[in-house]
């Protein structure tokens, strides 16, 4: 298995089947495996990190629009109530015959044929019409269409297209990167609840056999075998180990609690773990189990960079586009933009017909280019390397903490897998010394104080050995999701 698979393994993990419903309980025991289906449908950061993917793919989409044509609708109706040009078109002289222009006639009566017309008023009539002019007008409709396309703007638009497709990549990285967090945090809180259900069950067992001793203490002092201050021992001895038990229970609540908000379960929803930190060979979390056996086969040299460093390496990229859109706005942009535009003046009533429209187009090129901006751009490059050179420390940084992560959590695996190994030569030699305690004490041959020693070094144990399995199954998680899992992450 390559270690590109290990970094898929948090989608394979969510994909395992639909049979639960959104938010649902499980019918039966909850397996790791399923809560973490669970958690993944249900999150919130997940969620998050999803509408992130959108908002993403959207800047894509945008950054390409500039390179395709820009056509745009627009239409308009004004109503003109009063005009400055109004008085230009009204009858003000007496009224006489339109003017009309004989061309064959001598200049010196054309003239005064000019002149007459004038006088009184009627060169408004005939050719010379300014009613149909756009002054004034009462009822003007105009619709257009513009058209620009860009040609050339010194390499920002593929900068710009650049900066997308990397900020999508790296939203597709964070997504991963939220569901191997989440996964741990499930992984840790399912472990836990399920150390939370047996040190109560350790408690428990130890109250019990406070108990029980003290029950034969009693017995033995009705009876005259034993002292009172014998029997007061055993009193204390049962009555301190009930604060423990307390104490336990109310952990485990918390454990529970936390487990089911991870899961969005309702609050004191019943729960059932499917998880045995006692069995002796302790096999590796179904979910992680392949993964772990990858990464076991190329912990010394990785196949590929972690997500984080990738992401990393994605914030690097971005910075540099960026430099190259700092730098294109000092370069000219040269687009084509075209404008087709009808203008409608109804002649008699409020709407036009289509002969009252008359058309305006036009086809140009334009070129912009700064001159001078104040410092503007300026400051916009200085920015934008700053952030580059920011990016790529922070890439240094992101190298050094996830080689220090791969090594502390192979130590930590190496060093929970000893402890749970010497637990368990500790546990059998604890409850073979307890067995034996017992007995001396049953037969008279020991005070109570023995017995106590061999029942709290029993307690210690056996929490122990529960602690310990927790911990090895929490880290060989962490080691299976580590190539996809946040820098520093624990």
């Known amino acids: 298995m390559s270690r590109h698979a290990v970094s898929l393994l948090v989608t394979s993990l969510f994909v ?15 397996t790791l495996a399923e809560a973490l289906r669970i958690a993944s449908d249900q999150s919130e950061a997940v969620q998050i990190a999803r509408a992130g993917e959108t908002r993403a793919e959207a800047d894509v989409q945008r950054a390409f629009s500039q390179r395709l044509p820009q056509v745009s609708f627009t239409g308009s109706y004004t ?11 009204s009858q003000t002289g007496p009224i006489c015959d339109p003017f009309f222009l004989d061309t064959t006639r001598p200049l010196e009566a054309r003239v005064a044929e000019i ?23 009462r009822n003007i409709y105009q619709l257009g269409f513009t058209f620009s396309q860009a040609v050339w703007a010194g390499g920002r638009i593929s ?50 056999q406070a108990a029980a001793t003290y029950d034969q203490t009693r017995l033995a002092f009705d009876a005259g075998r034993q002292p009172e201050f014998e029997l007061l021992r055993a009193q204390v001895e049962r009555d301190n180990q009930r604060p423990t038990v307390i104490r336990r229970r109310a952990d485990r609540d918390v454990a529970y609690t936390r487990l089911r908000q991870l899961l969005d379960l309702p609050e004191g929803a019943p729960l059932q773990l499917d998880v045995d ?5 302790l096999p590796p ?12 086969a190329s912990a010394a040299r990785p196949a590929t960079d972690p997500l984080v460093v990738r992401q990393a390496q994605a914030a690097v990229d971005v910075s540099e586009a960026a430099t190259i859109v700092a730098r294109a706005e000092r370069l000219p942009a040269v687009s084509l933009n075209s404008s087709l535009a009808g203008v409608g003046y109804p002649g008699n009533g409020v709407f036009p017909t289509p ?42 940084q992101v190298r050094e903490l996830t080689t220090l992560d791969r090594v ?57 050995r529960a602690q310990a399995a927790r911990d090895v199954q929490v880290a060989r998680a962490r080691v299976a999701l580590l190539p996809s899992l946040p820098a520093g992450a624990r």
């Open 16 to 30: 395992l089947g639909a049979a639960t419903a959104a938010g649902a309980q499980p019918p039966g025991p909850l």
């Open 79 to 89: 109503r003109t109530l009063a005009s400055e040009f109004t008085s230009a078109f």
């Open 115 to 137: 002149e007459r017309a004038a006088s009184c008023g009627s060169l408004t009539g005939g050719g010379l019409d300014f009613s149909n002019l756009p002054f004034g007008q």
């Open 159 to 208: 900068a710009q297209q650049r900066q997308a497709a990397l900020g999508r990549d790296s939203a597709t990285l964070t997504t991963s990167l939220t569901q191997a967090q989440l996964a741990l945090d499930v992984t840790r809180a399912f472990y836990d609840a399920a150390l939370a259900d047996r040190l109560v069950a350790i408690a428990e067992s130890v109250y019990q």
């Open 277 to 281: 930190l006692e069995n002796p060979a």
């Open 285 to 296: 979390p179904l979910p992680f189990a392949e993964a772990l056996a990858a990464s076991d």
């Open 355 to 396: 002969g009252d429209f008359r058309a305006n187009w036009s086809v140009g090129a334009t070129v912009q280019m700064p001159l001078f901006t104040g410092g503007r751009l300026k400051a916009g490059e200085l920015a934008a390397r700053a952030d580059l050179t920011e990016a790529r420390a922070r890439l240094q």
């Open 408 to 464: 502390t959590a192979q130590q930590d695996l190496q060093a929970a897998q000893a402890v749970w190994e010497a637990s368990a030569g500790t546990v059998q030699q604890a409850q073979r010394a307890y067995e034996i305690a017992e007995l001396r004490n049953r037969e008279g041959l020991s005070t109570q104080l023995e017995l106590s020693d061999s029942r709290v070094s029993l307690e210690i144990a056996l929490a122990n």
